[in-house]
């Protein structure tokens, strides 16, 4: 792996690989090291990612294989002091995003200042209902790009550089309402609620009932993708890689029935209904150009 040091975060790929490979996650094996110069020796686990994988017949298996891992990751204990915290201010930077780049960069709106109070508040209760949550150990991509498929069915994952203690529902929504892979949410909801039984069943709290561990699920998906939509957007306009603008339409797919299903939102749904939604085919078309 040739990852310049002064872009990469080298170190902290050594150091959450060493705890993943120790909790029982299979990750790569380290062969050699020369920081200075951002070259890592890694095993080599091959190309097949789960999302190559993944379709009507064989989803409910590889999904299960992947909560198996995600399981022994949000059931290792508390490792609080072995990454950084998904703390309040990070959580808001990311949704800073969405208005910068996508809504502004992507889209070239500019925002009322209602729409940006709109979009504030928003946030804020989309923070609220992250930190509320159990914290725990967090991949961060924990999806189907990231997930390898050894000979023999054994899963792998990579890019866990990122890794943070954070939500309960972070990963899962990061697999299950992945940005690269759409079910219906009906499926989405069963895989859900199957994996809160299974962490109620290991002693982890997982809300009060299913209708709280649902909202969870719901906001933090939120959370997440309007961040992507943010990331997919500076992607292509800061660094040049426009190929991740397909993939906004998808990422919207997931908010738009998320802000239907809950009145709070009801104002952040009319301002994409009336400003976004209608702009993305052409804004998508001309920054891939």
């Known amino acids: 792996m040739d990852a310049p040091p002064t872009t990469e975060k080298n170190q902290a790929f050594i150091e959450v690989r060493a705890l993943l490979a120790t909790i029982g996650i299979r990750v790569p094996d380290l062969l050699g090291q020369q920081l200075p110069d951002g070259f890592l020796l890694l095993e080599d686990l091959g190309d097949q990612l789960l999302l190559g994988q993944l379709n009507a017949d064989t989803a409910d298996a590889c999904y299960q294989r992947a909560l198996d891992m995600l399981l022994i990751l949000q059931t290792a204990g508390d490792l609080s002091q ?19 780049w996508f809504l502004e960069g992507l889209l070239g709106l500019n925002l009322a200042v209602q729409e940006v109070a709109i979009i504030q508040a928003v946030a804020g209760q989309l923070i609220d209902s992250a930190l509320a949550q159990p914290q ?9 790009r990231n997930l390898l498929v050894l000979p023999g069915g054994e899963l792998a994952t990579i890019d866990f550089q990122d890794a943070r203690w954070g939500p309960l529902c972070y990963d899962l929504v990061s697999l299950l309402k992945d940005c690269y892979i759409r079910w219906p949410d009906s499926q989405l909801e069963a895989w859900a609620l199957q994996y809160r039984a299974r ?5 982890q709290f997982a809300g009060e009932d299913e209708a709280q561990f649902l909202r969870w699920f719901d906001w933090m998906g939120l959370q997440r993708h309007i961040k992507v939509l ?11 890689k426009p190929g991740y603008l397909q993939d906004i339409p998808r ?9 239907r299903r809950y009145a709070q939102f009801s104002q952040m749904l009319q301002l994409l209904e009336d400003r976004v939604l209608s702009q993305v085919d052409s804004a998508i078309g001309g920054a891939g150009r």
Do not use: K
Request: proline share 4%.
């Open 82 to 100: 072995r990454v950084p915290a998904y703390s309040e201010q990070i959580l808001a930077e990311e949704l800073s995003r969405f208005s910068e």
């Open 251 to 259: 990422v919207l797919d997931y908010i738009v029935p998320v802000l």
């Open 136 to 144: 725990t150990l967090v991949h961060l991509d924990f999806h189907s």
């Open 199 to 203: 962490l109620q069943a290991t002693g």
């Open 230 to 240: 943010g990331n997919f957007s500076r992607l292509a306009i800061r660094d040049g």
